[in-house]
Each structure stands twice: as structure tokens, then as C-alpha cells.
């Protein structure tokens, strides 16, 4: 299939999460077209039934990828990608990469064999999670948690909010508090939103704890899947796409600039 050199790459999560995913890829590929989509009419995702995401994100996806027509569609939330990633994968005809919790580097960086997985309720449930663990962390204690409050934390702080130190502090206790917490070294964080509050939650752990994610796989993964097709000379202004435009979007203006996305557009 030939592409042609403004075809984008597309990413997709229920907010602002995705940037995480966005930052590294837009390293690795300056000049690549960006389309961010946030689908902030159905936002939160973590707490959302996984019926109502199965069905919800793959019929965005399909309106998205015929709209914008991107050469690649990545899922840059983690609840969207263990419930629904086989569903999009099945109803778009181009490659979708999906985001999956860091639970593989997390056992080959702890010293303690106690890590945390902290993430969305929806994640955190999922059966995806005991494989990961039991595949790659079956000699670890795998604690887990989910957080609704530090993902709204995340997308406060891009809309230059001021922040509740309580939040940070509550989601890593989450963990800690659990038999065996007290040893652990490592956190997953399995939900796109928390590397944007790294340095909070780096702030209120009580001893030191490294934090993993999979931003840079992504972009490794991205640059894989794209080799050898064409993309433009220079870099050029992303879009960024909402499921609902309102005063909430607005403040994410000058965050959304930072990260090179200067439209807006509604779908």
C-alpha cells in the first residue's frame, strides 16, 4: 500500500493521557503530520463499563481514520487498549498500536521483586494485567491499584490548575498500604495520564520508587511499523480533535501548543 508523506499517525485516548505517548513518538519522528484525538465527551474511561468502551472506541476510531486518513492509529490509553484493542484492530484496515502496562520492565528493574501496577480501575481488573504479571513478574509481588482522582490530577495540571498534593500521596498509598508494599521499588504507571504527574507522585512516595511506562516502546514500535514510507521535510502545527469542545478544552490551549498540536477541531 503506498502512503502518501502528510499521511498522519493518529492518537487516540479519552484525554490528555496520550501526550505521554505523543512526546516520545514526535522525538523519534519530528516531521511526522500528528492528529491527537481526545475523546472528551466519554471521558473518564477507568470507570466506565467495558462494554460501553468495546463499543464506544472503535466506532470513534472508524469515524476519525475517515475523516483524517492516517497511515497508523495508536490507542495511547491503556483501559482502551486491553478492553477494545482487538475490536479496532478488526474494524480498521491500518496498523493500530496499542498501549499495554509496563509490567515487563517494571520485573527486570526490581531489586525488592515488589513492584506496583497503578492505573485505572478498569485496567488494574483487567485479566490482561494477570498475564502480564504471571508471564513476565512471576517471581514479584505485583501489587495493584486503581486511581480515578490522579488522572483528573494529570488533566488539571495541563490545563495549569493548582494541584492537591493529597492526590499523589493517596493513589501511591494505594499501593504501600498493601502487605509488602512498604519493600516495593517500582511502579507501573498503567495509565497514559500519570507520567504527565511523575514528578508529583515521585514528590509523595515516602522512600525511593522508579516509575516505568511505555512511552518509548510505542515510539520504537511506531518507527518499525512506518519504515521506509515518505514523511514531509519539515514539521508542521498537529491537530488536536475533541469529542466535545468546551471551557475545559480551552484551557488545555497553551499545553496543547507546548506539544506542537495548534488546531482544534470538533468531531
Not at 50 to 64: D, H, N, Q, T
Not at 97 to 125: E, H, N, Y
Not at 154 to 162: D, S, T, V
Request: with cysteine; hydrophobic share 45%.
Amino acid at each position: 500500500m503506498t502512503v502518501a508523506s502528510d499521511a498522519p499517525i493518529l492518537f487516540f485516548d479519552s484525554g490528555v493521557g496520550g501526550l505521554s505517548i505523543l512526546a516520545p513518538a514526535r522525538a523519534a519522528l519530528p516531521t511526522a503530520p500528528i492528529v491527537y484525538a481526545a475523546d472528551s465527551a466519554g471521558f473518564p474511561y477507568g470507570t466506565k463499563s467495558e462494554a460501553e468502551i468495546a463499543a464506544r472506541v472503535p466506532a470513534l476510531l472508524g469515524r476519525l481514520v475517515e475523516r483524517y486518513r492516517p497511515r497508523l492509529a495508536v490507542i495511547a490509553c491503556n483501559t482502551a487498549s486491553t478492553i477494545a484493542l482487538q475490536h479496532v484492530r478488526a474494524a480498521l484496515d491500518i496498523p493500530v498500536v496499542g498501549t499495554v502496562p509496563a509490567i515487563k520492565p517494571a520485573a527486570l528493574l526490581s531489586k525488592s521483586r515488589v513492584f506496583g501496577v497503578l492505573g485505572t480501575d478498569a485496567t488494574v481488573r483487567q485479566p490482561y494485567v494477570d498475564r502480564l504479571a504471571a508471564e513476565h513478574g512471576a517471581d514479584c509481588t505485583v501489587l495493584r491499584h486503581g486511581s480515578a482522582a490522579l488522572v483528573q490530577l494529570a488533566e488539571a495540571k495541563l490545563r495549569g490548575e493548582p494541584l492537591d498534593p493529597h492526590v499523589a500521596r493517596d493513589a501511591l498509598a494505594g499501593l504501600i498500604d498493601q502487605p509488602g508494599g512498604d519493600r516495593m521499588d517500582m511502579v507501573v504507571l498503567a495509565c497514559t495520564h500519570f507520567p504527565l504527574v511523575e514528578e508529583e507522585l515521585a514528590a509523595a512516595a515516602p522512600h525511593p520508587i522508579g516509575f516505568v511506562h511505555g512511552g518509548e516502546g510505542i515510539a520504537r514500535r511506531i518507527q518499525y511499523l512506518t519504515q521506509g514510507q515518505p514523511w514531509p521535510d519539515a514539521p508542521s502545527p498537529g491537530t488536536a480533535v475533541f469529542t466535545r469542545v468546551d471551557a475545559k478544552v480551552d484551557a488545555l490551549r497553551p499545553a496543547l501548543a507546548r506539544y506542537g498540536l495548534a488546531r482544534i477541531d470538533a468531531l
